[in-house]
Every structure is written in structure tokens, then in C-alpha cells.
């Protein structure tokens, strides 16, 4: 069970190839049993590097001692038929990698998010 881990903002490329992983290996283990192993294969580890990066996107990441990421939550403002509707924030993703699962990091993720989105003055969230 990992407890040593802290929840911070992406602040190096390391962290964001690290992050855009994240959403690969959890997205690989979650369809394992749905999708064609070549189809879950060809989902790379960049995948997610430019839409992470986008100015309308807030992630906060969960990294151990080695600084390894181990899990995100994505955040901000809701998306609706293409638009921003600028009065409600939204959640948009949450992962943790499959070994690190069921050991608090994404309720603190949720946690970290969601004191984020009352800071930047939403009086509700969507999923």
C-alpha cells in the first residue's frame, strides 16, 4: 500500500509524459476485457501530452518518492457541445494506475480537485 505520495500540479515534461502514461496503462486495463489487445495496443504513452497541455484543462497529479506519477484528476471548466458554459466546473477525468488503486490517492485526486473548483468560484460541477 503506498501512503508516501503528495498531489501537485504538472511542472516538468517529465511529469506530463508521465501523466499521458497514466492515461494509457489505465485505459489498457480497464477495456483489457472489452477491446482486441491490437486495438488496446495501439494506444501510446503520448497520447494524452496535448490535450493535458490545454489552456482550458487543470490536472493535478499524485507522485510518490521517486517521483513517479501514480495518478491524475483533470479539471475545469464544464464542456458542452463544444462550448465552455462558464458558470459550472467539470470533472473530466480521474485515473490511477491499476497496482496503486483502492489506496486513497484518487479520493485525495477528488479531494485536491474539488477544493480547486470552489476556488476558482463554481457553485457546481458536473461529471
Known amino acids: 500500500m503506498v501512503t508516501n505520495f503528495k498531489i501537485k500540479r504538472i511542472t516538468s515534461e517529465t511529469e506530463l509524459n508521465g501523466t499521458s ?17 491490437n486495438e488496446l ?4 504513452p503520448d497520447m494524452w501530452v496535448n490535450r493535458l497541455s490545454r489552456n482550458d484543462r487543470y490536472n493535478l497529479i499524485a507522485i510518490n518518492t521517486d517521483n513517479r506519477v501514480l495518478g491524475v484528476v483533470s479539471y475545469g ?24 488503486q483502492g489506496c486513497g490517492i484518487g479520493s485525495k485526486l477528488l479531494k485536491n480537485a474539488e477544493n480547486d473548483l470552489v476556488k476558482m468560484n463554481f457553485k457546481r460541477a458536473a461529471l
Open 21 to 37: 502514461k497514466v492515461f494509457q496503462k489505465t485505459w489498457q486495463n480497464a477495456y483489457k476485457n472489452m477491446l482486441p489487445a
Open 41 to 44: 495496443a495501439k494506444i501510446k
Open 77 to 100: 471548466n464544464l464542456r458542452k457541445n463544444g462550448q465552455i458554459v462558464s458558470d459550472c466546473g467539470e470533472l473530466m477525468a480521474i485515473y490511477v494506475l491499476p497496482r496503486f
